[in-house]
Every structure is written in structure tokens, then in C-alpha cells.
Nanobody, 121 residues
Framework: QVQLVESGGGLVQAGGSLRLSCAPS????????MAWYRQAPGGQRELVAI???????NYAGSVKGRFTISRDNAKKTVYLQMNSLKPEDTAVYYC???????????????WGQGTQVTVSS
């Protein structure tokens, strides 16, 4: 069964950096758009960054200039490089992707289980 698996979360001091990774654990045919979302305690899940299969990117205003989303198509992996972290970045970060398990099947949307990022002041 295909699932998305995130890694790289943890505890970091304000001003520090972390890099999150996300990749499918099972065999797939193709991955299209991939994205990172986050949900702070008591908050709504919000879009952080998105990258298309062609490499076009977009960012939430709160992270633009500090975070960078990228992908490695050979590894079918998406990354989120987070620099100059602030306490308000503390949240559970979720990977999201549209993919096809097999040729001929329609695109389906998948979520990862989430990884905790905590930024101390």
C-alpha cells in the first residue's frame, strides 16, 4: 500500500534551520503536484508551499524568503528547507501529493502522517 512518509522534524532554537523530506513508501507510476501544509496547536491546517511537476513554486507570505520547497524527481522526494525559524513556525508539518499508483488510473490525493517541528524562543 502506498503512503507518504515525512522525516526531518525536531526541536530547534529560534534562528536555526531544519530540512523536511517526504517520499512515497510504495511503488507508484508518477507524482504530480506536491505540497507542504502545517497545523499549529489550536489552529487551522494551512498551505506552506507547493511545487508542480514542472518545478513551479508558490509560498505562504509568512514563510516566503525563509523556506524553500524543492523536489528530486529521480528519488520521487519533496523537501522543505526551513531557515531563520521562528517560534510561530511551531506546528505539525504534513506532506501532500497527487499521484498515480498505476498507468491508466486517475490522480489521487495522499497525506503523510505529519512530523512535529518545535522552535524554542
Amino acid at each position: 500500500q502506498v503512503q507518504l512518509v515525512e522525516s526531518g522534524g525536531g526541536l530547534v532554537q529560534a534562528g536555526g534551520s531544519l530540512r523536511l523530506s517526504c517520499a512515497p513508501s510504495g511503488s507508484i507510476f508518477v507524482i504530480n503536484t506536491m505540497a507542504w501544509y502545517r497545523q499549529a496547536p489550536g489552529g487551522q491546517r494551512e498551505l506552506v508551499a507547493i511545487i508542480t511537476d514542472g518545478g513551479s513554486t508558490n509560498y505562504a507570505g509568512s514563510v516566503k524568503g525563509r523556506f524553500t520547497i524543492s523536489r528530486d524527481n529521480a528519488k520521487k522526494t519533496v523537501y522543505l528547507q526551513m531557515n531563520s525559524l521562528k517560534p510561530e513556525d511551531t506546528a505539525v508539518y504534513y506532506c501532500n501529493a497527487d499521484l498515480k499508483k498505476r498507468i491508466g488510473q486517475p490522480l489521487q490525493n495522499y497525506w503523510g502522517q505529519g512530523t512535529q517541528v518545535t522552535v524554542s524562543s
